[in-house]
């Protein structure tokens, strides 16, 4: 874990090297002052010497401007040091966070991998900055401090440092209980903000249940939960922090004992006191900064246990010898496909199936019975665990997923738009679209004509998640995005259950030509909509049950049949 940490100095070495540095010239002034008031005290004022007087603090002004200008820089690139490595951490879980499996967002909330991004990585900031300076300088302040000690009186010197041993005992000792509180505080605050996010994502469900009050209670319980870990975590940072400081007042009182005896003994003079007692509290000064270190680094590296965990989540990983997707005709095959969520629950069992290029397949059937999970694998959203799935001939595990993907447009039932406006979510089909495509892609998406209605047009800014638009608009949106990406394979899952009849034949007239050409995968309640399939399949959670054109399977009088008279009853 610590090689990992110090990787990410690297690129930012030589400015970090600049502000050892300086905090390494900061500490050298400092171990000036007693020793010019040392010689004031011993020699240049009871000789009366007025001009080194006022050459000396001349001198000691001299070192205190270059001592301003020297912490303005470690305070603010000393600084920057860490905010730029916090950035690359950020950066690169973010990256990662790309390449992991849906399983993974499936097991854990977002309001927890967004704990672990910004509140966790907020305290490695600190630490990156923080820690190699305070423990660099406090060692040669200690180490300083220690030798000119030793040039006054030896004797006081060693029964002084002799108490040190029993300060790192009491350290070590609490140094364990301390990283496991603040690692349950970081986990309840990543609980906490899961909470927070859900139940903001949700305020208007809230409101429709007038559930604001249970809402309310749930927040008050996590945040009671909080304020535990908190306390837990606080009461043993108070225990260290109490106790050290009792040891240190403790260290004073025996070095102004000691030296007071020593002076009354003459084995030092007045002056060498002085000095004495302004480089134990030297020596302190460096001491108590390890003290605040030990929060800090309990804080900082909680929560780079944390990013490293995140870190070291299998993502997903083309074959060694995977190809690139091209020139896709679209032809599909399910070969013997097993899959299951988890170990006692399968939803496919050997599945098998083909799909010719430019043909239509609607999957209908009873909930469960694995219509989304085939539409999942097919991109390879999740893995199978047994079988095959080809697509033009080539096991889909033997191309490389990006590819893959990019042959592949999805319209769900569920459509996610980005915070942002028209125009951004259009173009997430394909960044690089001109104008005048993007265009195009909205009027094949019958969402054009609206759009030009709106005082801004392409410029509108929709809301989160688009919480401005209908849900036909939002689902036009999404099919106007599909056109843009053009890919050969299309999967359309339930993308008009959820709508009105008026706007689900706007959107299904908008589907027909995008699937025109195309491989397409229809998912269906509204068996209306797929009469036209070359293939309709009805699964159930025993597997395949039919198949065949609507004509077929109304003739055979099974399954789909009854499904179509509950639907034509309903309409």
């Not at 019975?369 to 095959?388: H, S, V």
Request: contains cysteine.
């Amino acid at each position: 874990m610590f090689k990992k940490f110090i990787s990410f100095y690297k690129p930012h070495k030589k400015l970090f090297i600049l502000d050892i540095t300086a905090a390494f010239i900061v500490a050298l002034c400092d171990l000036f002052y007693p020793m010019i008031t040392r010689g004031l005290i011993n020699d240049i004022i009871p000789n009366n010497n007025i001009r080194l007087l006022f050459i000396w603090a001349g001198v000691l002004f001299l070192i205190y401007v270059m001592k301003y200008f020297l912490n303005h820089f470690v305070q603010y690139w000393g600084h920057m040091v860490g905010v730029r490595m916090q950035a690359d951490m950020r950066e690169k879980v973010f990256n990662h966070l790309q390449t992991l499996p849906n399983s993974f967002f499936d097991e854990n909330k977002n309001g927890v991998i967004m704990s672990r991004i910004v509140n966790d990585l907020m305290e490695i900031s600190e630490l990156a900055h923080h820690g190699p300076e305070d423990l660099f300088i406090s060692s040669i302040m200690i180490l300083g401090s220690f030798a000119i000690l030793c040039t006054i009186n030896i004797p006081l010197t060693l029964i002084t440092f002799a108490f040190i041993p029993i300060l790192v005992w009491f350290s070590l000792k609490n140094r364990i209980k301390m990283e496991k509180a603040f690692m349950e505080s970081r986990v309840t605050i990543g609980e906490l903000n899961a909470g927070l996010e859900n139940s903001i994502a949700g305020v208007r469900v809230s409101k429709a249940f007038t559930n604001s009050k249970f809402e309310s209670a749930k927040f008050k319980e996590d945040n009671k939960k909080f304020v535990g870990a908190r306390q837990n975590a606080y009461k043993c940072m108070a225990d260290f922090f109490s106790g050290m400081y009792f040891f240190i007042d403790v260290l004073d009182l025996i070095v102004l004992l000691a030296g007071g005896y020593f002076v009354y003994k003459k084995y030092i003079d007045f002056g060498d006191l002085v000095a004495y007692l302004l480089y134990i509290k030297m020596f302190m000064s460096p001491i108590r900064k390890l003290i605040s270190f030990v929060e800090q680094y309990q804080s900082g590296v909680t929560g780079f246990k944390r990013y490293l965990e995140l870190m070291e989540v299998e993502p997903e990983k083309d074959k060694e010898n995977a190809v690139v997707l091209n020139n896709v005709e679209g032809n599909i095959e399910f070969k013997n496909v097993g899959f299951k969520y988890d170990k006692n629950n399968h939803i496919l069992q050997d599945i098998s199936f083909k799909v010719k290029a430019g043909q239509t397949l609607a999957l209908v059937g009873p909930s469960g019975g694995g219509k989304t999970t085939i539409c999942n694998l097919i991109p390879r959203f999740y893995e199978i665990d047994e079988g095959d799935i080809l697509i033009d001939g080539k096991s889909v595990y033997d191309l490389k997923i990006e590819s893959l993907r990019k042959n592949i447009g999805v319209v769900q039932q569920e459509v996610f738009l980005f915070t942002g406006t028209i125009r951004d979510n259009i173009l997430y089909g394909n960044p690089k679209a001109s104008e005048k495509e993007i265009i195009t892609a909205a009027k094949l998406a019958n969402i054009h004509d609206f759009i030009e209605g709106l005082p801004k047009g392409y410029d509108t800014y929709i809301g989160e998640r688009g919480v401005k638009l209908s849900g036909g608009q939002k689902q036009r949106l999404s099919i106007a995005r599909v056109f843009l990406k053009n890919p050969p394979i299309l999967i359309l899952d339930e993308a008009t259950s959820a709508l009105d009849n008026t706007t689900e034949y706007l959107i299904q007239k908008s589907l027909e030509k995008l699937s025109k050409g195309r491989t397409t995968i229809v998912v269906a309640h509204r068996l209306s909509t797929i009469k036209k399939a070359d293939e309709i399949m009805v699964l159930t959670d025993e597997g395949i049950q039919e198949r065949g054109t609507h004509e077929e399977l109304l003739r055979a009088k099974g399954i789909y049949s009854n499904l179509n008279k509950l639907t034509t009853a309903a309409m």
